[in-house]
């Protein structure tokens, strides 16, 4: 009997938690919305409910409503908040009766794309793995069928075909640019094009920016009511970014203005200062993370195809955390970071690189994780964070995901980092200047491990 390899056991979770949930909602719906609810999900009236609103947009614009003011043709009357490229599809027959289809094909493919991730070794590391896959934040995504699946196999697909010839890699970076036209955030991925040469990542560079301006400057009016009505929340719920703890946390010691009047100026600059704060923790993490040679050594001795999936996560994560607040199913994108991580601890340069990406790997999990443990404590304890009364555990909590986040963000950015110091197109630019970012020994270093991984010249001896 073939051995399933380790490529196709997280797709193997994925297809097997997604057919289950089908048939519970077919057959016994209470018994599926008390699962989802276990599992710190809040299931709507129906499956797949973000797919039904692209539809809605699509069938109402078709009719010639202005989608981004007014939406009739969706369940909740919103309005259309992503990109007009998604009302090209108008040419096509598509209407919300597609919703169950459309959501449960675009769930099946992203349960196949899994397998395009770097393998991950059998035993803990596979236990880790599929512990993402089965998270609340993937199950969040896959049961609001939201378009952020459609971002992550455009660039799982791109960041796999990253190591073939050149024709496939020109491939990859339009599979990016379009992943861009359809949500705006994916443009950051486009830096994995640094490993092209300095010429040729200008080039693409070019091309991208051009195409993506002439559809600003065409859909100018569309774009800036999007940009206007672009939601936001509460930053104690299942929202991810850079404000929630500032703006949060001066929110929970708000009352302090009602019994000392004095402090109310002080409170009205706080949220700035702890962001600034918050920010000089990170630029630290950062280079400290940087500066030594362990990290830089592993990543420089990963295989083939793992730094571009650890940049692509890493770019996307940093990316929507600090422009803006991010719903949770957002951190899918864990799931590109997850192998890399798992093979840098394995790579065993240094007990504190291994510390490191262990706690990594265990902050990207716990916060995979976390909305399931929050849903539950909100029902256990009586106050919740937004009624102006915060019990203090759960304040103490909130507190705690959010330094975690600042945490992991710090983590990424160092990855994304390395990649760049470590690409064709960076290397190009600094041996033109006549500088480079990385010390002389260092560079030595580096060369050594190449040419110990570089097969011997000439040719193979020949067999007795």
Not at 32 to 50: M, N, Q, S, T
Not at 192 to 204: D, G, M, Q, T
Not at 213 to 219: F, P, S
Not at 236 to 264: C, H, M, Q
């Amino acid at each position: 009997m073939k051995r399933v390899s380790e490529r196709e056991l997280p797709t193997i979770a994925a297809l097997a938690a997604l057919f289950g949930f089908s048939l519970l909602y077919l057959f016994n719906r209470g018994l599926y919305r008390e699962i989802l609810d276990l599992w710190g999900l809040r299931p709507f009236a129906f499956p797949f409910l973000d797919t039904s609103a692209l539809l809605s947009a699509i069938e109402c614009h078709r009719q010639g409503m202005d989608v981004f003011y007014v939406n009739p043709c969706d369940v909740l009357g919103r309005p259309h908040v992503y990109s007009p490229t998604w009302l090209w599809m108008g040419f096509l027959p598509l209407t919300t009766a597609w919703t169950p289809a459309v959501g449960f094909l675009l769930a099946v493919v992203f349960a196949v794309s899994l397998r395009w991730l770097p393998p991950v070794k059998r035993g803990w590391g596979m236990v880790c793995m599929i512990a993402a896959v089965l998270s609340p934040m993937s199950f969040y995504a896959v049961e609001r069928g939201n378009n952020d699946l459609i971002v992550f196999i455009l660039v799982s697909c791109a960041a796999a075909l990253l190591q073939r010839p050149l024709r496939t890699r020109l491939l990859s970076y339009a599979l990016v640019l379009l992943a861009g036209l359809l949500k705006f955030y994916p443009f950051i991925v486009l830096a994995i094009a640094l490993r092209e040469k300095i010429s040729r990542f200008l080039v693409i560079v070019a091309i991208a920016a051009a195409i993506s301006g002439a559809l600003a400057y065409v859909y100018f009016s569309q774009l800036a009511r999007v940009l206007v009505i672009v939601p936001s929340g509460s930053y104690y719920t299942d929202l991810f970014g850079a404000t929630n703890l500032p703006y949060g946390f001066v929110r929970l010691i708000g009352p302090l203005a009602t019994k000392f009047p004095s402090s109310e100026p002080v409170l009205r600059i706080l949220p700035y200062v702890v962001l600034a704060a918050m920010l000089c923790q990170w630029a630290w993490q950062l280079l400290s993370l940087t500066k030594s040679d362990d990290l830089l050594s592993a990543y420089s001795g990963l295989p083939p195809g793992f730094a571009a999936f650890i940049a692509s996560g890493s770019l996307l994560l940093v990316g929507c955390f600090f422009t803006g607040q991010s719903v949770y199913y957002r951190g899918i994108f864990f799931l590109f970071v997850l192998p890399g991580l798992l093979a840098l601890r394995d790579s065993g340069v240094s007990p504190v690189l291994v510390g490191r990406m262990t706690r990594g790997i265990s902050l990207a999990l716990l916060l995979m994780w976390s909305e399931t443990i929050r849903t539950h404590l909100v029902q256990i304890l009586p106050l919740d964070l937004g009624s102006g009364r915060a019990n203090t555990l759960l304040a103490f909590l909130w507190l705690i995901r959010e330094l975690l986040w600042w945490r992991i963000i710090a983590l990424l950015s160092a990855l994304a980092l390395t990649y760049v110091r470590t690409s064709e197109a960076v290397g190009d630019l600094l041996t033109k200047s006549g500088a480079s970012v990385l010390p002389h020994a260092r560079l030595q270093k580096l060369e050594a491990m190449r040419t110990q991984l570089e097969p011997p010249a000439g040719p193979p001896p020949r067999r007795s």
